[in-house]
C-alpha cells in the first residue's frame, strides 16, 4: 500500500473506558445466576487523558489473565457503527462507550477496513492490531442473553486488540492515523471468518497462522486446527461453565 494512502486512514476514539475486575459482581439487574463471578468488563469513561503502558490503560485490568490481557491484548477495541445492529438486539436502548467492555470505542474503522499488523498513531502512542476480539461467556451474562457471544461472532462485529508499541498519553477526541500496513491480506473480517466461520478450511487456517504479527495465541491455535490436532473447541469460552 502506498504511503499517501495509508496516511489517510484514521479513526476518531469516541470515548476510552476502563475498570478493574469486580469480585462477586451482582451484573444486571436481570442477572438471576446465583453463582457469583470476577469479571472485568464492566468499564467506565475517563476524562481527561490517561497513560497507555505495555500490558493496559492505567486503572485497567481483567479477571481472567489466561485469556485476556497481555502485550498482545493491552487495549480493546470497539466500533461505534456496531451500535446501530445491538441497539435492536439487546435491552437497553441507547448504547455508549464500553457496552461490550471495551476501552476504545472508535468511529470511522470497522474490521473490514483494518488488516493485522496495522500500525497507528494516537497521541504519544503507537499501537498495532494483534488479533479480532473473541467474545466470551461474560459478555452473554453482562447482557443476560445466553448465546450473545455466538450472535457477535456469526455477525463479525468483534472489533479486534491492539499491541503497544509506545506507551504513552491517550485521549478521547484523538484520532488513530495508519503508519504502516505490512498484511493487506489479512483484514481483520478475513481472520474471523477463517476462525470461526470456515473452520475446515485447514490450507486457510495455515496460511493465517504464519503472519507474523498475528498474536502467539492465534498462531497457536490455527497452527494445531491446521495440523488436524486438537484445538480449542468454542462452546466453553462462548457459555461457561453450564452451571453458572
Known amino acids: 500500500m502506498r504511503q499517501t494512502q495509508v496516511q489517510q486512514i484514521t479513526g476518531l476514539i ?4 476502563v475498570g478493574l475486575p469486580e469480585h462477586d459482581h451482582p451484573g444486571s439487574l436481570e442477572d438471576r445466576s446465583p453463582q457469583p ?10 476524562l481527561g487523558p490517561i497513560q497507555l503502558q505495555a500490558h493496559n490503560l492505567e486503572g485497567d485490568g481483567q479477571a481472567d489473565l489466561v485469556h485476556h490481557g497481555g502485550l498482545d491484548k493491552a487495549v480493546c477495541v470497539y466500533p461505534f457503527e456496531h451500535w446501530f445492529h445491538w441497539n435492536s438486539i439487546l435491552p437497553q436502548r441507547q448504547l455508549i462507550g464500553g457496552e461490550f467492555g471495551e476501552n476504545f ?4 474503522l470497522t474490521e473490514a477496513d483494518v488488516c493485522i499488523g496495522d500500525t ?3 497521541g504519544s502512542a503507537v499501537v498495532q492490531i494483534s488479533q479480532p476480539r473473541q467474545p466470551c ?3 452473554a451474562r453482562r447482557w443476560q442473553i445466553k448465546d450473545l457471544a455466538v450472535q457477535v461472532e456469526q455477525t463479525g462485529f468483534t472489533g479486534w486488540y491492539f499491541r503497544v508499541l509506545q506507551e504513552g498519553l491517550v485521549e478521547s477526541n484523538l484520532r488513530l492515523r495508519l503508519t504502516d500496513r505490512p498484511h493487506p491480506e489479512w483484514t481483520v473480517s478475513m481472520a474471523n471468518r477463517i476462525m470461526h466461520q470456515e473452520r475446515g478450511n485447514l490450507k486457510a487456517a495455515e496460511q493465517l497462522s504464519l503472519c507474523p504479527l ?4 492465534w498462531q497457536h491455535t490455527l497452527r494445531q486446527r491446521s495440523r488436524q490436532q486438537n484445538s480449542p473447541e468454542p462452546q466453553q469460552r ?3 461453565d453450564p452451571h453458572a
Open 214 to 217: 498475528l498474536s502467539a495465541s
Open 137 to 139: 461467556w461474560k459478555l
Open 105 to 108: 470505542t472508535l468511529e470511522g
Open 120 to 122: 497507528f498513531s494516537v
Open 238 to 240: 462462548q457459555f461457561g
Open 37 to 46: 463471578w470476577t469479571t472485568g468488563i464492566f468499564k467506565r469513561p475517563v
Open 14 to 17: 469516541r470515548s476510552i473506558q
